[in-house]
T-cell receptor
Framework: LAKTTQPISMDSYEGQEVNITCSHN???????ITWYQQFPSQGPRFIIQ???TKVTNEVASLFIPADRKSSTLSLPRVSLSDTAVYYC????????????FGTGTRLQVFP | GAVVSQHPSWVICKSGTSVKIECRSL??????MFWYRQFPKQSLMLMAT?????????EQGVEKDKFLINHASLTLSTLTVTSAHPEDSSFYIC??????????FGQGTRLTVV
């Protein structure tokens, strides 16, 4: 499984756009990139998933360059409720392959 | 969307007793489920892979006799913490995947051993 590297923490203010970058230099051909959000005392919650280029849903965008060795989660106009830990995971879409969590990025949004 | 449910959400037990945590996939069949442990301010640490109808696969350093995992059906896996001690106090989370989709996580179980 590809190892991921993310910033330990980030600070932002309400209404700003937040970009969290994840490095995964050893990503394999059949690996997908998935981002999860975790609030204290809750299980991780799926945010977005992609394989290449750009993916957008109602809460975030995911940018993946051509070499796929990194990815950037973009959260538009964050609010206080976006304060959480964000995890980038890389692996195949197999229901038997284990997911290994990295350190995650602790995002703190200030008013 | 798919839902993975854990029960109980929190439990307090006395040192030396055993505690069982259930993980259910509510609307899909999960041949494989995963159990994680999380300490405060730390990331999720994979404990074991639970396989339906067979023995669980434990990660290095996880005591299989301490953390008993049973995956009796395609929708239920259980984690039993045996002879619990205060150092076993932690947040336990299960997850499951459908084929070719993202993983779904339970809401977690806060275990406190006193």
């Amino acid at each position: 499984l590809a190892k991921t590297t993310q910033p330990i923490s980030m600070d932002s203010y309400e209404g700003q756009e937040v970009n969290i970058t994840c490095s995964h230099n050893n990503i394999a051909t059949n690996d997908y990139i998935t981002w999860y959000q975790q609030f204290p005392s809750q299980g991780p919650r799926f945010i977005i998933q992609g394989y290449k280029t750009k993916v957008t849903n109602e809460v975030a965008s995911l940018f993946i360059p051509a070499d796929r060795k990194s990815s950037t989660l973009s959260l538009p106009r964050v609010s206080l409720s976006d304060t959480a830990v964000y995890y980038c995971l890389v692996g195949p879409l197999s229901n038997t392959d284990k997911l290994i969590f990295g350190t995650g990025t602790r995002l703190q949004v200030f008013p | 969307g798919a839902v993975v449910s854990q029960h109980p959400s929190w439990v307090i037990c006395k040192s030396g007793t055993s505690v069982k945590i259930e993980c259910r996939s509510l609307d899909f069949q999960a041949t494989t489920m995963f159990w994680y442990r999380q300490f405060p301010k730390q990331s999720l640490m994979l404990m074991a892979t639970s396989n339906e109808g067979s023995k669980a696969t434990y990660e290095q350093g996880v005591e299989k006799d301490k953390f008993l995992i049973n995956h009796a059906s395609l929708t239920l896996s259980t984690l039993t913490v045996t002879s619990a001690h205060p150092e076993d106090s932690s947040f336990y989370i299960c997850s499951a995947m459908r084929v070719n989709t993202e993983a779904f996580f339970g809401q977690g179980t806060r275990l406190t051993v006193v």
